[in-house]
C-alpha cells in the first residue's frame, strides 16, 4: 500500500508540474498578445502635445509636455472661463461696443468677430464671438467689462491678473498670461499639460461646453439707433464636423505659436482633452490632434 501510494503521488507532482508549465506558458502567450495589441506611440510634427483622460486626470500621451510655448488665440480658453467664474455673472447683461476695440484688431491685424461700434452686445454673445470666430475685439470687450479700475488700461491690466491668478489656483507652474487674446509681449506661454487642463476645468463650465460644441450660430444683437442686427459666426474648429465624438475646444495661430489646438471628445462615456501646439500648418495641427486622441481612446 506504501509503494502504491508513492506511485500515486509521483503522478501527482508530474501532472502538478505540467499543468503549472503550461498555465507558464499560456500566461507568457497572452502576455505577448496583449503587448503585441497596445497601439504604437504616434509620431506628430507639432514640437509638443498631451492628452489626458478628463474624468481622472490621467496622462494618455506626452510629448515635450512641460515645455513653454507661445499659445495663440487658445489663450482665449482662459478668458472665456475668467468670466464665467465670476461670481452670480449675468450673461444677459449688455456691453456697448466701443471704437477703442475695432482700432485694436486693425491695428494688431487680429481675428474679429466683427463687431460694430455703438451695438449692444451681451457677455453671452461675446462669448460665442470669442469662441468661435476668435474675435480679438470680443476679447477685449470682456476684460473691459470684466476688469477693475477707472480706466480701460487699468480694467485690461487688471482682467489679465485674474487671468494668472486662475492659473495659480489650478497649479500651474508653466503658464503665465500677458494680454487677453494670445496676441502677447513676450511673457504670454503655457504648456500643452497646462492647457489641456485648463480646458478641462473650463469644460465643467455647462455654458462654456454648449458654446465650445457650437459650430456656427447666429445671433441678434441691437444697433446704436435701437433697432437690431444678426451677427453669424463660424467656429474656427473644424474638427468638431470631422473627429468622431467632438466637443470642443479652441484653435489658436500666430507667427510664434505656429498652429495650436486644443481639443476635447467623448466616446463610450469616456472624455479625453488634449492640445497640440506649435504645428506646422493647419492640416498637420487636425492630422496631429486625430492621432493623439485615438491614441487616447485606445489606452
Request: aromatic share 8%; proline share 2%; charged share 20%.
Amino acid at each position: 500500500m506504501k509503494i502504491g501510494f508513492k506511485r500515486i503521488n509521483r503522478v501527482s507532482a508530474t501532472a502538478t508540474v505540467a499543468l503549472t508549465a503550461g498555465a507558464v506558458i499560456a500566461g507568457s502567450v497572452f502576455a505577448s498578445s496583449a503587448q503585441a495589441a497596445a497601439p504604437p506611440v504616434p509620431k506628430i510634427t507639432a514640437k509638443g502635445g498631451f492628452v489626458m483622460n478628463s474624468g481622472n486626470g490621467k496622462a494618455l500621451y506626452a510629448k515635450t509636455a512641460d515645455t513653454r510655448r507661445s499659445t495663440g488665440s487658445t489663450t482665449k480658453i482662459m478668458t472665456a472661463k475668467v468670466v464665467l467664474d465670476q461670481k452670480n455673472v449675468n450673461l444677459d447683461s449688455k456691453v456697448t461696443i466701443q471704437k477703442a476695440y475695432s482700432d485694436y484688431i486693425v491695428s494688431k491685424g487680429a481675428s474679429s468677430a466683427r463687431l460694430i461700434v455703438g451695438d449692444k452686445v451681451t457677455v453671452r454673445q461675446l462669448l460665442y464671438g470669442l469662441m468661435l470666430p476668435s474675435g480679438c475685439d470680443a476679447a477685449y470687450a470682456l476684460a473691459d467689462k470684466f476688469g477693475s479700475g477707472s480706466t480701460r488700461a487699468a480694467r485690461v491690466k487688471s482682467f489679465v491678473g485674474k487671468m494668472n491668478a486662475s492659473a495659480k489656483s489650478l497649479g500651474l507652474k508653466n503658464t503665465h498670461f500677458d494680454s487677453f487674446d494670445g496676441i502677447g509681449n513676450g511673457t504670454n506661454y503655457s504648456t500643452p499639460r497646462d492647457l489641456t487642463k485648463i480646458a478641462s476645468s473650463a469644460m465643467k463650465n455647462s455654458t462654456f461646453r454648449s458654446i465650445v460644441k457650437t459650430r456656427s450660430t447666429k445671433q441678434k444683437v441691437t444697433t446704436k439707433s435701437g433697432g437690431y442686427r444678426y451677427m453669424s459666426w463660424a467656429n474656427t474648429n473644424t474638427m468638431l464636423g470631422s473627429y468622431s465624438g467632438a466637443i470642443g475646444v479652441k484653435t489658436g495661430s500666430g507667427p510664434t505659436a505656429k498652429y495650436c489646438l486644443v481639443f476635447a471628445a467623448t466616446r463610450n462615456g469616456k472624455t479625453i482633452v488634449g492640445t497640440v501646439l506649435a504645428s506646422t500648418n493647419a492640416t498637420n495641427r487636425s492630422a496631429d490632434m486625430k492621432k493623439i486622441m485615438d491614441y487616447g481612446f485606445k489606452k
